[in-house]
């Protein structure tokens, strides 16, 4: 989904997360109690890493959590890698959220038929 650059990503949480998941994950900048109460509203399990701040210090085992949820991050990161370093996604190119959302549509279907075929490519080796 894309939004102009003045929305905070944590504010339109529930209008991305899919109520039917088991679990959401997540970086810190989803850390909100907002976020956290729909997630229980919805029985989802919490999967976004802990933000910690100045008067706010995490625990030992909050940072063990972190690098845990992190370690399933990664995984989709590289989605996010894949689309800037191949297909030049660092920028929208067009005027209007309508257009650049075609983009972005056309990019992750373009993805996912280059993953496609390497699954079809392993299945038949």
């Known amino acids: 989904m894309i939004t102009t650059a003045k929305v905070q990503e944590a504010h339109v949480f529930e209008r991305l997360a899919p109520p039917d998941a088991h679990v959401i994950y997540g970086d810190k900048a989803y850390d909100t109690k907002a976020n956290q109460t ?34 399933m991050r990664a995984q989709i990161e590289r989605i996010f890698a894949h689309l800037k370093q191949w297909q030049h996604y660092r920028r929208v190119r067009y005027l209007g959220l309508a257009r650049n959302q075609l983009e972005l549509t056309l990019k992750a279907v373009a993805y996912n038929l280059k993953r ?3 699954i079809i490519e392993l299945k038949s080796a």
């Open 38 to 71: 729909w997630l229980q509203q919805h029985g989802i399990q919490n999967g976004i890493a802990k933000k910690g701040a100045h008067h706010i210090k995490l625990t030992e085992a909050d940072r063990r959590a972190n690098r845990c949820k992190g370690r």
């Open 116 to 118: 496609l075929v390497r």
